[in-house]
């Protein structure tokens, strides 16, 4: 039997970040250049806070956990995947070279294709495909 844990929940959430930025995906042109500068900050930010709370807000609903330590270990795995983005828009608003080195991480994994102009759906579908892999994994954490 494998043991269920908050602390494994949010490290499969996190390496699932990492592994799905491997595949070529629709991003969001930050349209910032890291200068914190809040007119060119501002609608990038709450962009990626909406798509933020989306990303929190609808495997809450789906996976509607029935106690605290469900919902607290869902909540771990949501946390875990969207912290690398999370820590990036951090970084525009705030550099420094802690986050710089993260960036450098995320980069790392993150797939040099661009969707957005090629093929907007293979990336989604991708995605949605792998998310649901790795939802059906976090069950069994």
């Keep these: ?16 970040h990492y592994l799905m930025d491997m595949i070529p995906h629709y ?9 914190g500068d809040p007119k060119k900050l501002k609608p990038f930010l ?32 949501i946390a875990g995947g969207v912290l690398p983005d999370f820590l990036q828009g951090v970084r525009l608003a705030m550099p420094n070279k802690i986050l710089g080195v993260h960036q450098k991480v995320h980069d790392f994994f993150h797939s040099n294709i661009r969707l957005r102009e090629v093929a907007p759906v293979f990336g989604i579908v991708a995605q949605v495909g792998l ?3 790795f939802l059906a994994f976090g069950f069994y954490i």
Excluded: C, T
């Excluded at 039997?1 to 699932?16: D, N, T």
């Excluded at 991003?27 to 200068?35: M, P, Q, R």
């Excluded at 962009?47 to 929190?56: E, S, T």
């Design 46 to 77: 709450i962009k990626i806070a909406f798509d933020g709370l989306l990303g929190v807000l609808v495997p809450l609903m789906l996976f509607y956990p029935d106690n605290w330590f469900e919902f607290f270990k869902l909540f771990a795995g």
């Design 131 to 133: 998310s649901a892999l």
């Design 1 to 16: 039997m494998v043991q269920k844990s908050v602390p494994a929940a949010f490290f499969v959430g996190l390496l699932s």
């Design 27 to 35: 991003d969001y042109e930050a349209g910032v250049d890291g200068s």
